[in-house]
């Protein structure tokens, strides 16, 4: 027990027994050691009260989830085609006093890549979760049809998102969401693969759709690259003319 503690609680008894006595609390107690008695009372009574209420408020439960860091790679001055590996990773940290699970889930513009779950992330802890994945599969969400130019490069700028759900009773979401990263997305579209070349396995895969249309067994809207709703001989000479070439 300090100096400076006894001299705070000693002004705290002085003003509590300056008001006890300018509010009438010791009215009817006439001699000075009862009047103490009285005014102990009421001075322990009161540092309970408010002991109570300092323990009540430091109990209360904080849940607070956030992302405090993103990165993307390749980084945003590379090009990349359908089948290279795209990574990121997403920093969540617990903010708050008590241990969280929370799913965290990656976007690429708007279209969902992955959601992964977080269990039992300990107060005041940060963990990394990495994500990985190629833009193959979602083609037709970044290069919708149809096309213009089918033999010519197709290039997309495309930003990456990451947000952590809101975790129940957490009042702090402004920093769930977290926006970073640009990926340069590139398809040539003969390219059925997605290998960043035009071989004869996007030739092959084009000569099996032959004669085919929406709605037939063998269609395939990628091999339809002049969008005529028919995969002909057209389709198969924008193939034979891209034969070759690379990108990316």
Same mark, same amino acid.
């Given at each position: 027990m300090t100096v400076?503690?006894? #001299?705070?609680?000693?002004?705290?008894f002085i003003l509590v027994?300056?008001?006890?006595?300018? +509010?009438? +609390?010791?009215?009817?107690?006439? !001699?000075?050691?009862?009047?103490?008695? #009285?005014?102990l009372f009421v001075f322990l009574l009161a540092i309970s009260f408010v002991g109570h209420r300092i323990s009540t408020v430091s109990c209360v439960e904080v849940h607070d989830v956030a992302i405090t860091g993103f990165a993307v790679f390749p980084g945003s001055d590379v090009f990349v085609p359908p089948n290279m590996p795209i990574n990121a990773n997403v920093?969540?940290?617990?903010?708050?006093?008590?241990?969280? !699970?929370?799913?965290? #889930?990656l976007y690429f513009g708007n279209v969902t890549i992955e959601t992964i779950t977080v269990t039992n992330l300990q107060a005041e802890s940060e963990t990394n979760v990495t994500f990985e994945w190629i833009t193959f599969p979602i083609r037709p969400f970044i290069f919708p049809p149809p096309w213009e130019?089918?033999?010519?490069?197709?290039?997309?700028?495309?930003?990456?998102k990451g947000v952590v759900e809101v975790v129940p009773g957490e009042v702090d979401t402004a920093d769930?969401?977290?926006? &970073?990263?640009?990926?340069?997305?590139?398809?040539? +579209?003969? &390219?059925?693969?997605? &290998?960043?070349?035009?071989?004869?396995?996007?030739?092959?895969?084009?000569?099996?759709?032959?004669a085919s249309y929406p709605g037939h067994?063998?269609?395939?809207?990628?091999?339809?690259?002049?969008?005529?709703?028919?995969?002909?001989?057209?389709?198969?000479?924008? !193939?034979?003319?891209?034969?070759? !070439?690379?990108?990316?």
């Open positions: 400076s503690y006894l #001299t705070q609680n000693l002004k705290h027994y300056h008001y006890g006595v300018k +509010l009438k +609390l010791f009215q009817g107690v006439r !001699s000075i050691k009862s009047r103490l008695f #009285t005014f920093t969540v940290e617990n903010q708050g006093t008590t241990d969280e !699970s929370c799913n965290v #889930t130019n089918p033999m010519e490069v197709m290039h997309v700028n495309v930003t990456m769930n969401v977290y926006i &970073d990263g640009v990926i340069h997305a590139l398809w040539l +579209l003969p &390219d059925i693969d997605g &290998d960043g070349i035009i071989n004869m396995r996007d030739i092959g895969f084009v000569a099996r759709a032959y067994i063998r269609w395939k809207r990628y091999a339809d690259f002049n969008s005529d709703e028919i995969i002909d001989m057209k389709d198969i000479g924008i !193939s034979a003319r891209t034969f070759g !070439s690379y990108y990316g």
